[in-house]
């Protein structure tokens, strides 16, 4: 048995709908899950100090039979502080220069109980503990100076370091991330790549503290072969329901490709007259994308490019197994579970043949340049024209996706925790 502190600072996102709810998020979902349930792990509960109210909500409600480092106060001024200002916020989100003030005065008090509580934990659960486990944040110092335990962090991605395609909050995260790093630390990168790209900028992350474990896609996510659940489901979604669908679901980050994708499949449906197929495009802010899209002269077909807004974790599976084929040609993965996703319902899939996701998808799927248009048109005109061809890479695809799983991932983790720990 090995005493694990589990960072659940992310789980807090638990009850959103919204962007908050990435695929980070679900990666450390799925471990926690995995983990309370592995009989080798006693595991306690840590939060980031300056979300103290959501943790004692989530405590109360995910929890509750859990022990949690944190000491919770029960009267504090600054919680109180900080929670009027979330409550004015909300009111008030959708005016813009209104909520500026009250959204400085959530930041600001959350700054001062990070500060006021940052060493407040129950001492005795952290010191009869031999791990602080890290699914996704920096550990923080005031955990550090704790002599007895030994620090394991998951390496999703090292992609601000590595490009210009984010904002400079994630760059300064991921430098002080590295920073933070000793030797007493031991990662598990999600996949090849990622374990090269952060040796480039990490002498802690070498062959001695590092082993490759890759990811998985929710069990929850499995092929739905109920054709009246599927047109259910596009009708939830507005797709019509005389037309098939290409899925994409992904963020509207520059690196996943998405305008150059679509632009190609509006190109695709033109060249060769299709009348019958639209693309159906998962997640939310798709103002933005619509706007870039006219900014950059993209002359595409609103007739044939459906926005779904955020979709369900009820539906996802719904919308994979009836797609006629997913589409993710990123210029640069982490690792990719939404591919991943895909082939565990049987939908064929079209993704680069760049970064990690050759680890990923393998031999089952399309693979193509992500930055050939001429590519992705003959990728889509392949699926669309041979149907063979599709249900060949979507039995594949079904195939691949059996060698992995969430708990295949926790128990290589904890047999690696306990391991080092002993030794």
């Known amino acids: 048995m090995i005493n694990v502190i589990y960072d659940a600072t992310v789980l807090l996102n638990i009850t959103k709908k919204d962007s908050t709810r990435s695929g980070i998020f679900f990666c450390v979902k799925n471990v926690y899950d995995e983990m309370i349930k592995n009989p080798d792990v006693s595991m306690s509960l840590y939060f980031a100090p300056e979300h103290i109210l959501s943790a004692m909500e989530f405590m109360n409600i995910y929890a509750k039979d859990i022990p949690c480092i944190n000491i919770f106060p029960k009267h504090s001024f600054l919680l109180f502080i900080n929670r009027f200002f979330w409550k004015v916020h909300t009111k008030i989100f959708a005016h813009k220069h209104l909520r500026l003030p009250f959204s400085l005065g959530i930041v600001l008090s959350q700054d001062a109980i990070r500060f006021f509580y940052k060493d407040k934990y129950r001492k005795e659960i952290v010191q009869n503990s031999q791990v602080f486990f890290s699914p996704a944040k920096e550990i923080p110092k005031s955990i550090r100076s704790y002599a007895n335990l030994r620090f394991f962090t998951i390496l999703h991605d090292a992609i601000p370091l590595l490009s210009d395609y984010m904002g400079r909050i994630e760059v300064r995260n991921h430098k002080r991330l590295i920073r933070s790093f000793g030797n007493r630390d031991y990662f598990f990168p999600n996949s090849k790549q990622t374990e090269k790209d952060f040796e480039k900028f990490c002498p802690y992350v070498n062959p001695s503290s590092s082993w490759v474990i890759p990811h998985a896609a929710s069990p929850e996510i499995k092929q739905v072969l109920d054709s009246d659940c599927v047109a259910r489901v596009k009708k939830k979604y507005g797709i019509p329901s005389e037309k098939k669908y290409v899925f994409s679901l992904c963020t509207l980050e520059p690196r996943k490709n998405l305008f150059r994708a679509v632009d190609a499949f509006c190109e695709f449906v033109k060249k060769n007259k299709i009348p019958d197929l639209v693309w159906v495009l998962g997640g939310g802010h798709w103002e933005a994308f619509f706007k870039e899209m006219d900014k950059r002269n993209i002359q595409w077909n609103s007739s044939i490019v459906i926005r779904t807004g955020y979709i369900d974790d009820e539906d996802r599976a719904t919308l994979y197994s009836g797609a006629e084929w997913f ?24 993704t680069s043949n760049n970064s990690s996701l050759p680890e990923v998808v393998g031999d089952a799927g399309i693979m193509i340049d992500w930055n050939s248009d001429e590519q992705h048109i003959e990728a889509y005109e392949k699926y669309y024209f041979k149907e063979g061809l599709r249900k060949e890479y979507g039995l594949k695809g079904l195939q691949r996706s059996k060698h992995f799983s969430w708990k295949k991932t926790v128990d290589k983790m904890v047999d690696i925790m306990k391991s080092t720990t002993e030794s």
């Open 327 to 350: 589409v993710y040609t990123s210029r640069y993965e982490g690792f990719g579970v939404p591919p991943l996703e895909a082939m565990q319902c049987g939908c064929p899939v079209i």
